[in-house]
């Protein structure tokens, strides 16, 4: 029979078969339980940057800043949309809340795998670990969701722009953001409560620096075939859809493109709107298909570390750089804030000298 041992934070566990066996330590009583109503592990490991301390300091930094960058990008967005009226339109409104959704969806993994690493403090409770999947899960859906909104938006724009007002209007932005967080929830409540019912014994030794269902998948005990079938329907269902509906959009969007006189100023801003959206949906697809659609335990731990930041740290740290250099209106308004912000910051400088004299 197979026996394996597993050793978790001074407890060492020894699986034989459908028994479980924990001893508390050298010399000491050894008990059994049936891995049917038995889950070994209270607490996860989570992956460090890097072994080596100086190697993973600076890991830890420049996540830091990467992190920080993300923030005040993300925030600069939300605030000249908010503040320029110019940019209350659909489009500008799906830009605020990705850019609000992209802060959640950072703060969620970076600043806790940084402290971890500073710290050597690698342990997650398996209520936090059950968490930090769901905002994961949840924000990832989501932001596809959003992401696949905005492609509807740029297409009715470009290709149907006297019905745009009507199609993109206040009251469809609205029904279709809360419905996407409301999708989000579902969704990833069934993941999150299907990864969570099985038992882990195998190991606590997550391959990344953040809980996710493939790195969990791998440490249970139990039968995984329900789960990773879900996981893979959920994958080509839902994310197949929402991608295709993406690229059919990008075409017809091209196709329509295509047609205009070379010198007419609207297909270049129709490009240089699209093109970076595209771009956005590439990095964060891809990286994040090839995470759940890959065979469990094809890759090493730091090919699961590269591929991870690629889908959760990335995107969020690009939407801000690639919307505000491609786009003129957003360079403009944040112009426009800016000096605002240098005209209430004088007069306030006057209004204190005049008042000291």
């Known amino acids: 029979m197979r026996l394996s041992i597993i050793e ?3 407890l060492h566990y020894c699986c034989h078969g459908n028994t479980v066996m924990r001893a508390d330590g ?9 891995i049917a109503n038995f889950s070994t ?6 992956q460090g940057f890097a072994e080596v301390w100086e190697l993973r300091v600076l890991l830890s930094i420049v996540f830091l800043l990467i992190y920080l960058a993300t923030l005040l990008g993300n925030f600069i967005i939300i605030t000249v949309t908010t503040i320029d009226q110019n940019l209350h339109t659909p489009m500008y409104f799906f830009l605020r809340n990705l850019s609000i959704l992209d802060m959640c969806y950072i703060s969620v993994t970076v600043p806790n795998a940084c402290i971890n690493s500073l710290t050597s403090n690698r342990t997650i409770s398996v209520a936090g670990c059950a968490m930090q999947v769901f905002f994961v899960f949840f924000c990832a859906s989501v932001e596809l969701m959003f992401l696949t909104i905005m492609a509807q938006d740029r297409y009715v724009a470009i290709c149907q722009p006297l019905h745009y007002t009507v199609i993109m209007n206040h009251q469809f932005c609205v029904h279709t953001t809360m419905a996407s967080l409301f999708s989000g929830v579902i ?5 999150t409560g299907n990864t969570f019912w099985l038992s882990f014994c195998r190991s606590n030794v997550v391959s990344k620096f953040f809980c996710d269902i493939p790195s969990l998948l791998k440490l249970s005990c139990s039968d995984t075939f329900s789960s990773e ?4 329907l959920s994958a080509v269902g839902f994310v197949g859809g929402c991608f295709i509906f993406i690229v059919l959009s990008y075409a017809r969007i091209f196709l329509t493109v295509l047609k205009f006189p070379v010198k007419e100023e609207r297909g270049g801003k129709a490009f240089s709107t699209c093109v970076p959206h595209f771009l956005v949906v ?4 891809g990286s994040g298909l090839v995470v759940y659609l ?3 335990g094809s890759t090493e731990v730091i090919q699961d570390v590269i591929l991870s ?13 690639i919307y505000s250099l491609r786009n003129k209106q957003i360079k403009k308004a944040v112009r426009k804030v800016l000096l605002r912000i240098n005209i209430i910051a004088f007069h306030s400088n006057v209004n204190s000298k005049s008042l000291t004299v």
Not at 229 to 232: G, V
Request: glycine share 4%; hydrophobic share 55%; charged share 5%.
């Open 229 to 232: 079938l879900l996981l893979l």
């Open 187 to 191: 969704f990833t409540a069934v993941q």
């Open 282 to 285: 590439s990095v964060f697809l």
């Open 294 to 296: 890959r065979p469990s």
């Open 26 to 34: 050298p010399g000491m009583n050894v008990h059994y339980k049936s």
């Open 8 to 10: 978790s934070v001074g």
């Open 41 to 46: 592990v209270s607490i996860f490991l989570l």
């Open 309 to 321: 930041v690629f889908y959760t740290i990335v995107p969020p740290f690009l939407n801000p750089i």
